[in-house]
């Protein structure tokens, strides 16, 4: 069973950086066919998919967020972050880790979310 687990400040200032750690458990990272993705829900809003990384270590980034996103990963803890950069209130929302598998098309495993507020 993989579990995974969001943590981060709750509260950022506009135009700093967000940033977010996903701890990953009962699977790696780095295994084959699973793609570790970002995700937040905007309040009143559906889902928006971030980007992800697969276990090669690429990247690959929303067009709307790219200039502003990047996502790295420690292996050695098995956890992926999230760094989001310039943010505004519109950046508000819960942000989810989850792991996108290939075989299924489909994420099947997820955090339960934390919420981050964009406020001075």
């Known amino acids: 069973q993989v579990q995974l687990q969001e943590s981060g400040p709750g509260l950022v200032k506009p135009s700093q950086t967000l940033s977010l750690t996903c701890t990953v458990s009962g699977g790696s990272i780095t295994a084959g066919d699973s793609y570790w993705s970002w995700i937040r829900q905007p309040p009143g809003k559906g889902l928006e998919w971030i980007g992800y990384?697969?276990?090669?270590?690429?990247?690959y980034y929303s067009p709307s967020l790219k200039s502003r996103t990047s996502i790295s990963r420690d292996t050695s803890k098995n956890q992926f972050t999230l760094h989001l950069s310039s943010v505004t209130p519109e950046d508000t929302a819960v942000y989810y880790c989850?792991?996108?598998?290939?075989?299924?098309?489909?994420?099947?495993?997820w955090g339960q979310g934390t919420q981050v507020t964009v406020s001075s």
């Open positions: 989850a792991r996108y598998y290939s075989y299924s098309d489909s994420h099947d495993y």
């Open positions: 990384m697969p276990e090669s270590g690429s990247t």
